[in-house]
Nanobody, 116 residues
Framework: QVQLVESGGGLVQAGGSLKLSCAASGSTFRIATMGWYRQAPGKERELVATIRRGGGSNYADSVKGRFTISRDNAKITIYLQMDSLKPEDTAVYYC??????????WGQGTQVTVSS
């Protein structure tokens, strides 16, 4: 099993920045891919960004150039630096880590609210 703990959400004005963190514990040697997803009220959960343990990242078009995903393999922690935030970025942000056998583990979610 893998346990994920997220932190860093909050309220920010449009144009501001926030940095999310997600720390993993447990059977972390199984983790291959890590990422952030978000779910706004009334909408489906969507991918924000992913990063592989060996390198390489992927971003949703809506956040390219504004968000940066990074990882600390030693701490088994991933980060999401969010700059130039927009009201449409308001959502609950979830961390997900997946094993190389496609078993997924989710964090509890952290609220990000961007005011206009």
């Amino acid at each position: 099993q893998v346990q994920l703990v997220e932190s860093g959400g909050g309220l920010v004005q449009a144009g501001g920045s926030l940095k999310l963190s997600c720390a993993a514990s447990g059977s972390t040697f199984r983790i291959a891919t890590m990422g952030w997803y978000r779910q706004a009220p009334g909408k489906e959960r969507e991918l924000v960004a992913t990063i592989r343990r060996g390198g390489g990242s992927n971003y949703a078009d809506s956040v390219k150039g504004r968000f940066t995903i990074s990882r600390d393999n030693a701490k088994i922690t991933i980060y999401l630096q969010m700059d130039s935030l927009k009201p449409e970025d308001t959502a609950v942000y979830y961390c997900k880590m997946s094993t190389n056998t496609n078993i997924d583990f989710w964090g509890q979610g952290t609220q990000v609210t961007v005011s206009s």
